[in-house]
């Protein structure tokens, strides 16, 4: 049984929005020469992909996890 996976060695403030067994959708808020949010969408075995708008993410994390409008999403 796999876990939910931790965020990506990056630094930044991370919060994870959203998790299913063996993926994770997290936000990074970086401060480096400029405020940028970004959305890692973490689906093993590829590390993640990264996405600048949190709509386009949800979609991307749940077409990978198998995700519908009607499941309950686990935090």
Do not use: C, K
């Amino acid at each position: 049984m796999a876990s939910i996976p931790d965020h990506p060695n990056d630094a930044g403030a991370w919060t994870r929005l959203e998790g299913r067994e063996g993926f994770a959708l997290w936000r990074r808020e970086r401060q480096e020469l400029a405020p940028v949010t970004m959305y890692y969408v973490v689906a093993p075995p590829r590390q993640s992909e990264i996405l600048y708008d949190e709509a386009t993410a949800r979609a991307r994390f749940n077409d990978l996890a198998g995700v519908s409008d009607a499941d309950g999403v686990i935090s």
